[in-house]
């Protein structure tokens, strides 16, 4: 399943470096692993930059925040991770 989210320029930032590799989110999409989360940058509007991460593990994080997972996530796509800025 693909889910198409918002992600600030300070966080999508680091997801295309390779650096940031897991997203906290409101587990309102019931992710599973492997599926492509479309990360689409937003700063107040959307910038047209996105990337594709498939998931690969969730973490039911709801005991310390109630409603939310932790997806570890890798590159969908090789040719994705190369900003076209």
């Not at 999508?12 to 390779?18: A, M, N, R, S, T």
């Not at 599973?32 to 940058?41: A, H, T, W």
């Not at 990337?51 to 969730?58: A, G, I, K, M």
């Amino acid at each position: 399943m693909f889910h198409h989210l918002k992600i600030l320029p300070e966080h999508f930032i680091p997801v295309l470096e390779g650096v940031k590799l897991a997203e906290l989110r409101k587990n309102d999409r019931n992710y599973q692993v492997g599926d492509i989360l479309v990360l689409c940058e937003w700063n107040g509007e959307y910038t047209g930059e996105a990337c594709e991460r498939e998931v690969v593990h969730v973490a039911d994080v709801g005991s310390y925040l109630p409603g939310y997972v932790l997806l570890s996530m890798r590159v969908a796509n090789e040719a994705d991770n190369i900003p076209s800025k």
